[in-house]
């Protein structure tokens, strides 16, 4: 079974915190994502990544940052936290070739920025 | 960019039939996914088309028209687990990398 994971399920921050979310996949998959997702809005892609140390920004990057030392580990890094980044964050990863079929998602990060 | 549509939200009956549907309007098109998500959960995957035509699988089958930017999700002999939210993805081929991009999403609700 493919299981992707994330770092914490619940997260309270302030304004002006620096937050880092973590996302380890077990699989050996190529890429990663990390989406939001909001209510009435859908999931939308933040940032992407197809190998080790690549990214590439997705449709919403403003404010975010991300990092990938390893190929299992895909980090979402937020430099100063604002209230609009609270949302529910999704980490996402699959396989590298146009054949494969889908992605596979973590339980979800949901952020709270006071 | 890409343009996906799919109704907020659809109603049914327990044991009915239903049909959720998306268009699109995209370039570089490599797949129509459909995810199913329960309420606080991550998305799980349902189907996949890449050619025209219907996929069955059990009780969910999906159809692609590739030359109409169009895709239905078929439910069959609804049952109350189905409530969910279903997501329609398009992947598409840019710069280098398959990136799927969401609709927003169709609520459905089974009542008895």
């Known amino acids: 079974d493919v299981k992707v994971t994330q770092s914490s399920r619940y997260l309270v921050k302030r304004t002006g915190e620096k937050v880092f979310l973590e996302c380890v996949q077990d699989?050996?998959?190529?890429?990663m994502f990390w989406y939001r997702q909001d209510p009435g809005l859908g999931l939308r892609l933040i940032y992407f990544?197809?190998?080790?140390?690549?990214?590439e920004k997705g449709d919403i990057p403003e404010g975010y940052s991300v990092s990938r030392e390893k190929k299992e580990r895909f980090s979402l890094i937020l430099e100063s936290a604002s209230t609009n980044q609270t949302s529910m964050y999704l980490c996402?990863?699959?396989?590298?070739?146009?054949?494969?079929?889908?992605?596979?998602f973590g339980p979800g990060t949901r952020l709270l920025v006071l | 960019g890409q343009n996906i549509d799919q109704p907020t939200e659809m109603t049914a009956t327990e044991g009915a039939i239903v049909q959720i549907n998306c268009t699109y309007q995209?370039?570089?098109?490599?797949?129509l996914f459909w995810y199913q998500q329960h309420a606080g959960e991550a998305p799980t995957f349902l189907s996949y088309n890449v050619l025209d035509g219907l996929e069955e699988k059990g009780r969910f089958s999906s159809f692609l028209s590739r030359s109409k930017g169009y895709s239905y999700l078929l439910l069959k002999e609804l049952q109350m687990k189905d409530s969910a939210s279903y997501l329609c993805a398009v992947r598409a081929y840019s710069g280098g990398s398959y990136i799927p991009t969401f609709g927003r999403g169709t609520s459905l609700i089974v009542h008895p």
């Open positions: 990544s197809y190998d080790v140390k690549m990214k």
């Open positions: 995209t370039s570089g098109f490599n797949g």
């Open positions: 996402a990863s699959s396989l590298g070739f146009q054949e494969e079929k889908t992605q596979y």
């Open positions: 699989m050996d998959h190529e890429n």
